[in-house]
């Protein structure tokens, strides 16, 4: 067989990697070259439970930089912790799958992540620098400790993102893009969502959620009027700089037991329906000064 034959085929099968790739391990961390000046890391020894993630390595008296984390590498692995240099920009597919005794794990030069990275994890704590704007389908799903993450510099969460997770404290900011079922069945102590939010059409971004409390500050839901849907107890809705609110019948039939309002509802947009019409466990609702009148469908 012709030997430029099998070293393109080599290289097909191996996709981005070098026909001349190297696997070696130092520090009990797998290092596997994906060109003459770069490597990704594959996994690590089973005995190793705090992965420290360096810039760079030397391997065969040639420096390479580490930019990435492979594919599964740490997939049912038993690390507690990891902390990666800020070189690491990229982390693969289903990286921390089933790592069931991760707990905190530190990547604050991430610019993309795979599917399905921490899904099923143990992990309780994830830093992440402010050059990873997108969180892709499965990010966390199913995660096993409460989650503290902070998503202030999230653009877009994927579909089933955070799906079964609890968390404490959750802001989504304007601008957000929050894609189908991106907090399914979570348990979400506080959550404030601010400004204009891009929801999918026809599908139910907290389907089976529950949020204890949920605070809207200038919301704008005209794109999606049924995608935000949590169970909530205490929803507080507040107008601070935008001069008009869309909040069109959304989401108020969320058996919410009190709400807050501090809105001018003279600049409120709506449908002809009440938006609190189905809120049948309704005990208590206060009026912030904002509330010079009220429209007759409202309550």
């Not at 981005?16 to 961390?29: G, M």
């Not at 979400?188 to 929801?199: A, Q, R, Y």
């Not at 026809?202 to 200038?218: E, N, P």
Request: with cysteine.
């Amino acid at each position: 067989m012709n030997r430029f034959f099998v070293t393109a085929v080599f290289m097909a099968v191996a996709g981005v990697l070098s026909a001349h790739a190297w696997i070696f391990t130092q520090d009990k961390i797998v290092y596997q070259t994906i060109d003459d000046a770069t490597v990704t890391v594959d996994g690590c020894d089973a005995s190793l439970v705090n992965v420290v993630i360096p810039s760079s390595v030397v391997y065969k008296e040639k420096t390479y930089e580490v930019v990435s984390i492979s594919e599964r590498a740490f997939a049912s692995s038993s690390i507690e912790t990891l902390t990666a240099a800020e070189s690491v920009v990229e982390l693969g597919s289903q990286a921390f799958f089933l790592a069931s005794s991760l707990r905190e794990v530190s990547l604050p030069g991430l610019t993309t992540m795979g599917e399905g990275a921490f899904y099923l994890s143990g992990v309780g704590k994830v830093v992440l620098g402010d050059k990873l704007t997108a969180l892709p389908k499965d990010a966390f799903n199913s995660c096993k400790s409460k989650l503290e993450v902070n998503l202030s510099h999230i653009e877009t969460i994927g579909a089933t993102a955070f799906r079964k997770c609890v968390m404490d404290n959750v802001e989504i900011h304007d601008g957000t893009t929050l894609e189908k079922a991106a907090f399914q069945e979570c348990n979400i102590g506080s959550m404030t969502i601010s400004g204009t939010i891009n929801l999918p059409n026809g599908s139910f971004v907290f389907d089976r959620g529950k949020v204890a409390q949920l605070t809207l500050v200038d919301v704008d839901f005209s794109s999606s009027r049924d995608a935000v849907n949590p169970a909530v107890e205490k929803l507080e809705i507040l107008q601070k700089d935008r001069s008009a609110m869309n909040i069109g019948n959304v989401p108020y039939t969320t058996k919410a037991k009190s709400i807050y309002l501090d809105i001018d509802m003279e600049t409120l947009e709506m449908s002809s329906i009440s938006p609190f019409g189905n809120s049948s466990a309704l005990q208590e609702v206060v009026m912030g000064s904002r509330v010079k009148s009220l429209i007759s469908n409202v309550l």
